[in-house]
C-alpha cells in the first residue's frame, strides 16, 4: 500500500467538511432539523442528516481512498474494532443534541489515524464557519490561517485549577459508574476551598467533544475532562490539540498515555512554560472516582 499523502488527505478533507456544513446549514435553515430517534435515551439522538452526512462522507471516502479503512458514528461495528491500518474516523455531526435545538455548536469531525496515531484533523462548525485543522508535525490553525493556540508566543503559562475554565460534558449516559464519577467531581470541583477560594474558576458545556477539544486548542478553554466519548468524537480534534502544544492523557489518574478508542480523556491547552504536568496532577486529585 503506498504511504499516505497527508496534505492530499487534509485538503480532500476539508472538502468533505464543507459540503457536510452546507448540508447541516440548509437543514437548520430549512427547519428540518428534529431528531428521527434515539439510540439509548432522551439525551442520544440521531437525526436523518447524521446517516445522510455520513453516507456522503463514506461514499467518497471509500471512492477516492478505497484501500483505507472507515470508522463512522452511524455505521459503527463493534465487531471490527480500531486496528493499525490508515482508518478514517468520522462523526457526521458531533453535537447532534445542538443541532437539533439550533444552537450553534454542532460540527462535522473528520479524522485520519494511521498506527492508531491520529494523524490528519478536521474539525468544521458551518453556523460559526469555523474551521479547525491539523496535519501531524505541521502545526494546527484557524480558518486555515490563523496559527493555534491563537495567543501565539503569549499564551499565559498555566496557574492552577482556580484560575482554570473547565470544559465538561455530562455525556448521554445518566446512570452507572460514570455518571456517580462525574457528578461527584463536579460537586467536589465547583465548591469552594478552604479558604473560600474557588476550585475552578468555572465550566463550559459546548456540547460538542471535538468543539470543546478545539477550544482547548485555541486556548479559549483550559482544560476538557470526559469519560464516555468514542474515537469519531476526539480523533479528528486530537490532532489539532496536540498540533496547537496541548497534551491529552488519560481520564483517570496515573494515564499519562491515552489512546484514541480509550473513551477517557483529559485535554489541558498548550502554555509556552511549565504548568500541564502539574495541572493534570492536580485535577486527577480531585476525581471522585474511575471512569470506565
Ligand atoms: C456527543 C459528544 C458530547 C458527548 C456525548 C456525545 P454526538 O456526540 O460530542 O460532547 O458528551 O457523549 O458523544 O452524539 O453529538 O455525536
Same mark, same amino acid.
Given at each position: 500500500?503506498? #504511504?499516505?499523502?497527508?496534505?492530499?488527505?487534509?485538503?480532500?478533507?476539508?472538502?468533505?467538511?464543507?459540503?457536510?456544513?452546507?448540508?447541516?446549514?440548509?437543514?437548520?435553515?430549512?427547519?428540518?432539523?428534529?431528531?428521527?430517534?434515539?439510540?439509548?435515551?432522551?439525551?442520544?439522538?440521531?437525526?436523518?442528516?447524521?446517516?445522510?452526512?455520513?453516507?456522503?462522507?463514506?461514499?467518497?471516502?471509500?471512492?477516492?481512498?478505497?484501500?483505507?479503512?472507515?470508522?463512522?458514528?452511524?455505521?459503527?461495528?463493534?465487531?471490527?474494532?480500531?486496528?493499525?491500518?490508515?482508518?478514517?474516523?468520522?462523526?457526521?455531526?458531533?453535537?447532534?443534541?445542538?443541532?437539533?435545538?439550533?444552537?450553534?455548536?454542532?460540527?462535522?469531525?473528520?479524522?485520519?489515524?494511521?498506527?492508531?496515531?491520529?494523524?490528519?484533523?478536521?474539525?468544521?462548525?458551518?453556523?460559526?464557519?469555523?474551521?479547525?485543522?491539523?496535519?501531524?508535525?505541521?502545526?494546527?490553525?484557524?480558518?486555515?490561517? #490563523?496559527?493555534?493556540?491563537?495567543?501565539?508566543?503569549?499564551?499565559?503559562?498555566?496557574?492552577?485549577?482556580?484560575?482554570?475554565?473547565?470544559?465538561?460534558?455530562?455525556?448521554?449516559?445518566?446512570?452507572?459508574?460514570?455518571?456517580?464519577?462525574?457528578?461527584? #467531581?463536579?460537586?467536589?470541583?465547583?465548591?469552594?476551598?478552604?479558604?473560600?477560594?474557588?476550585?475552578?474558576?468555572?465550566?463550559?458545556?459546548?456540547?460538542?467533544?471535538?468543539?470543546?477539544?478545539?477550544?482547548?486548542?485555541?486556548?479559549?478553554?483550559?482544560?476538557?475532562?470526559?469519560?464516555?466519548?468514542?474515537?469519531?468524537?476526539?480523533?479528528?480534534?486530537?490532532?489539532?490539540?496536540?498540533?496547537?502544544?496541548?497534551?491529552?492523557?488519560?481520564?483517570?489518574?496515573?494515564?499519562?498515555?491515552?489512546?484514541?478508542?480509550?473513551?477517557?480523556?483529559?485535554?489541558?491547552?498548550?502554555?509556552?512554560?511549565?504548568?500541564?504536568?502539574?495541572?493534570?496532577?492536580?485535577?486527577?486529585?480531585?476525581?471522585?472516582?474511575?471512569?470506565?
Amino acid at each position: 500500500m503506498a #504511504t499516505p499523502d497527508l496534505k492530499e488527505i487534509h485538503d480532500f478533507l476539508v472538502s468533505l467538511a464543507f459540503k457536510a456544513g452546507d448540508i447541516i446549514t440548509n437543514a437548520i435553515l430549512d427547519n428540518n432539523n428534529s431528531e428521527t430517534g434515539s439510540k439509548k435515551n432522551s439525551a442520544d439522538l440521531v437525526t436523518e442528516y447524521d446517516r445522510a452526512v455520513e453516507n456522503m462522507i463514506s461514499t467518497s471516502l471509500k471512492a477516492k481512498y478505497p484501500d483505507y479503512e472507515f470508522h463512522g458514528e452511524e455505521t459503527y461495528d463493534p465487531t471490527r474494532p480500531l486496528t493499525e491500518a490508515p482508518t478514517f474516523i468520522v462523526d457526521p455531526i458531533d453535537g447532534t443534541i445542538n443541532f437539533v435545538h439550533s444552537f450553534p455548536y454542532a460540527c462535522v469531525s473528520l479524522g485520519f489515524a494511521i498506527n492508531r496515531i491520529p494523524t490528519v484533523g478536521i474539525v468544521y462548525n458551518p453556523s460559526t464557519k469555523t474551521l479547525y485543522s491539523a496535519i501531524k508535525g505541521q502545526g494546527a490553525f484557524r480558518n486555515q490561517e #490563523t496559527r493555534l493556540p491563537l495567543k501565539g508566543d503569549h499564551v499565559e503559562p498555566l496557574s492552577g485549577l482556580p484560575n482554570a475554565l473547565v470544559s465538561i460534558e455530562w455525556g448521554s449516559d445518566r446512570s452507572g459508574p460514570n455518571w456517580e464519577t462525574k457528578v461527584r #467531581t463536579f460537586e467536589k470541583l465547583g465548591q469552594s476551598k478552604e479558604d473560600g477560594g474557588a476550585m475552578v474558576r468555572s465550566f463550559r458545556s459546548l456540547g460538542s467533544a471535538a468543539l470543546n477539544l478545539c477550544s482547548v486548542a485555541e486556548g479559549t478553554m483550559d482544560l476538557y475532562w470526559e469519560g464516555g466519548c468514542w474515537e469519531w468524537d476526539v480523533c479528528a480534534a486530537w490532532v489539532i490539540l496536540t498540533e496547537a502544544g496541548g497534551i491529552i492523557v488519560d481520564g483517570n489518574p496515573g494515564g499519562w498515555e491515552a489512546s484514541v478508542d480509550g473513551r477517557r480523556y483529559l485535554a489541558i491547552r498548550g502554555a509556552p512554560e511549565a504548568g500541564q504536568k502539574e495541572m493534570v496532577e492536580e485535577f486527577w486529585s480531585y476525581i471522585q472516582g474511575r471512569l470506565e
